[in-house]
């Protein structure tokens, strides 16, 4: 745990060679280990050295390492359900925060389909992570499968009714599609929330007039007018 600390500081202090050589030092002398303790070691001692890697632009190390510490952190699981019970919920967590995290890292650098396998895993851990249902849905919207990014957004929406980002993509979506009436009812949750929210408001406007609503445009340009302060439009 001392030496953990150690490479945290050195991390901190941003002597990043001390860091890996540290780090490294810790996992070859920890061996075979495979007690609670020391998985538990080499998880965030791999994370640790994610951040590292990060920090001196080596994305594929960083990614290697957190995909070990994925690994190590299934081991974990393991062991907490016969060893530590009360931690399952905890380790579960930190299981899809990690695979969450792989996921970010290869849909950075334009690995989707990558980095859908591991959000899916992430899920898998976790059932209601909305953020994590959230880059599912961004990432199938880039590769272009709209009808499951549609139902992600639907599913954040279940979980939460006013989660703005998913009903903004939802509407989006909608709109595509040339479902108008529906579109409109996401528009205006949003815009009864925040009169302000430009690109909404646009939307709306769009869609007010393709439908022959002219008449209800004005109602929403009076709102956002009436709200609208300096700094205020989103």
Known sequence: LLQYELAELYFKLRR????????????K???????????????????????MYKEIGDSTASIDSLIMAKDSQVSLIQKAKSERPDQLYCES????????????????????YKAMEYFEQAKKFE?????VMLDLAK?????????TCQQYCSQ???????????????????????DCETAIFHFQQI?????CHYQALCQMIHLLRRTGKLKEVQTYIDAAE?????GKLD
């Open 127 to 131: 059932e209601g992570n909305i953020a």
């Open 139 to 147: 990432t199938h919207l880039a590769c272009g499968n709209a009808d």
């Open 156 to 178: 954040v929406l279940r979980l939460d009714h006013n989660h703005e980002q998913a009903t903004m993509m939802l509407a989006e979506l909608l709109f595509q599609k040339e």
């Open 226 to 230: 009436s709200e609208n302060v300096p």
């Open 16 to 27: 990043y060679d001390a860091v890996q050589n540290l780090c490294k030092q810790i996992l």
């Open 93 to 112: 967590q930190k299981a899809s925060k990690i695979c969450h995290m792989i996921g970010v890292d290869y849909r950075n650098n334009r690995m989707h």
């Open 191 to 195: 815009l009864g929330k925040k009169p």
């Open 29 to 51: 002398s920890g061996g075979q280990s495979d007690d609670y303790d020391s998985l538990k070691i080499k998880v965030n001692l791999r994370i640790l050295l994610c951040s």
